[in-house]
């Protein structure tokens, strides 16, 4: 053995760890082996027989607290990991999470289970719901939101839409998240006219929507769309982690010169969710997204265009709001190829916690874009 | 029909588009309406019948250039976008390529078309092979590279492995991409260590190899770690785009105030490559590594711990070299669970252009590990 021992004091790890709910495919031998890999993939990296004794193996090592047939063809292993190998930082805690082992098959994070003595290096989200609540004036009803769009409208067009969306008695207007600074509708006009639109509506209205602009963008242009975005008055802001990284949008949360509400975009991270090789929705859509900060987190509602169950969806809700530590609880806002039939149905699987997305469906219910958000709005107001 | 017209000029749009390559599952019927649907989905998302006739229609949506069976489960489709939806921005580009579709099963990203107007908004690599070549003395045989590991060594084990591996005659002497900023070995002093190592050993052996700091790390982390990690002395740096992003490290390789030549790591992006529903090794690992500013793209080795297939391998090989506009070739570096008797069969599948990157191998060869250094260098400067 090359390496016969370490002079690391063990003074340095506490006892404290997290854990990692896996599933883990194959029969019990080969799903125990790959158990037993993932705590030495996730962590040393480093043939187990060429560890010496002592920290690195009793300290370093993941460890399996759990073992547990889940089905006919996977088991459930759950394992944990010294709080100090994730250093604090959200980008080792999903290297040591899922790094390596995203790139072997039959392995699939399906929980986190993050201590306090983890969580206290994330503020978490700055808003969560309670504070969108407040900041939209909405205490009890499921809130209201759409995008404006398509990509290729004009400034002032895009800016009509979302006078006509806040008339119209939607809360949140958000730019299509493929809305970033194309020639068509430039980042600064767009964010300048649309949200000096809904302000001149909220006037009209007496009601507080926000426009919330979409600052995904490449790396050091987004903390400066998102103070043009403020400065121009929008209400909130949208990026999709899995464009510009999940850490980056802890900055942003974490930014008291920001301090707006951020809502999350799916784009890109639909890889991880759509595969038994993967990370489950409540994880990737849920846990990480409030672990990052953001106040809502749109994802593709069951029944519509895209491909979730209603139980992942389930799922997502759970992370939202189930405990973690001191972060706040927020908003699941399950959106995509949305029609009006569809709210008493997701109101009896969400309950009054959620924001309706709602984009294209707006625009076929009738001629006109105003009351057919009236018409929307009332039918919300009607049922809860 | 709300959207009645835009006044957007068509003059803000070029004839100039690049092209996705789409592998789409299903029947020919299912296949056609998911590529239709992709021309949607990844442009306007949008109900197509409600999109006036005009520009958004003519310039913004994507549109079909071939459809054609792929095999008895498959079609291949081609599509094509207009460049300047792109914005010149490489987190819009991923999001045209595969955002909303990434949620969407049986759809995956085999190939991309980047010409020239798109691709001069992208510098690429700084170093690319040649300029590998070059700094490291190397004209013509495989590179050699190994890692400082495993976590839980203290920072003078670690730099002490550094410098037998230098004096061994390793060319690259990377950090474990475990390697962070943890209490063991905390990133400011181990990279100083490293470096020292690295360079004391040069000076005996009269060769330039250098030290490749892991500076993953959380988002404006980042370009200070670099800058640490340069002025320590480190040769290059290693960052993991599925943790930072692709524009972060497209950041890194463009500023002149760095300099440093970047390999990348695949932690957390397995997801994509390792179900029906993704983006192709080639892609991920080739095209888009290259892209966003890699001079070397790190992926686990055929017949290793980790599921590569040898075709798709080479299909990463194909993304490092194939013409791809003004951006610079890159080297190919497969890893993990490498052993010294794979050398020969790697050889013959990658030639001489690609970076052997063996880690723990180098520690079972023998008891000496500066000797399995000359060992593993000797056989490889013999084959050639």
């Known amino acids: 053995m090359i390496i016969q021992k370490t002079c690391t004091p063990e003074s ?40 010496p004794d002592g920290i690195i193996r009793d300290r370093v090592f993941g460890r399996i607290e759990s073992f547990d047939r889940h089905d006919a063809e996977s088991f459930t ?13 959200l980008t080792q805690l999903l290297n040591v999470i899922f790094g390596n082992s995203s790139i072997k098959p039959g392995i699939r994070v399906e929980r986190l289970e993050l201590p306090e003595p983890l969580l206290k290096h994330f503020k978490g989200p700055r808003f969560g719901r309670e504070g969108l609540r407040k900041l939209l004036n909405v205490p009890n009803r499921p809130l209201l939101a759409t995008a404006v769009k398509p990509m290729g409208l004009s400034c002032p067009e895009l800016a009509d839409l979302a006078y006509q969306f806040a008339v119209g008695g939607m809360d949140i207007i958000k730019d299509d998240h493929g809305l970033t600074d194309q020639c068509c509708s430039p980042f600064e006009e767009r964010v300048k006219r649309c949200a000096e639109a809904v302000h001149r509506a909220n006037k009209e209205t007496g009601r507080p929507s926000i426009y919330v602009a979409n600052i995904t963008a490449p790396n050091s242009e987004v903390r400066k769309r ?29 930014d008291s010169g920001i301090g707006l509400p951020i809502m999350t975009h799916p784009a890109l991270q639909g890889s991880f969710v759509t595969s038994s090789n993967g990370i489950s929705h409540g994880v990737i859509f849920g846990q990480l997204a409030r672990l990052a900060g953001a106040d809502a987190t749109i994802f593709p509602n069951f029944g519509g265009r895209f491909s979730f169950s209603r139980d992942e969806c389930k799922e ?69």
Chains 1, 2 share one sequence.
């Open 12 to 51: 340095l790890f506490s006892d404290d760890r997290f854990s990692v709910v896996y599933r883990i495919f194959g029969n019990e031998k080969e799903a125990r082996a790959k158990a037993e890999d993932i705590c030495i993939e996730q962590t040393v990296e480093f043939p187990a027989d060429e560890v």
């Open 77 to 89: 292993a759950v394992i944990s990991y010294a709080v100090e190998i994730a250093a604090g930082e």
């Open 226 to 254: 998102a103070l043009t975005a403020k400065k121009a008055g929008a209400g909130g802001l949208m990026v999709a982690p899995g464009l510009i990284g999940f850490d980056l949008m802890r900055e942003l949360a974490d």
């Open 316 to 384: 997502i809700v759970t992370g939202t709001v189930e405990p973690m530590g001191h972060l706040k609880t927020i908003f699941p806002a399950p959106g995509g190829g949305m029609s009006l039939d569809k709210v008493p149905d997701m109101l009896e699987t969400y309950g009054q916690d959620l924001i309706f997305l709602i984009g294209g469906g707006l625009f076929k219910h009738g001629p006109d874009l105003i009351e057919n958000c009236r018409y929307f709005r009332k039918m919300v107001e009607a049922i809860q």
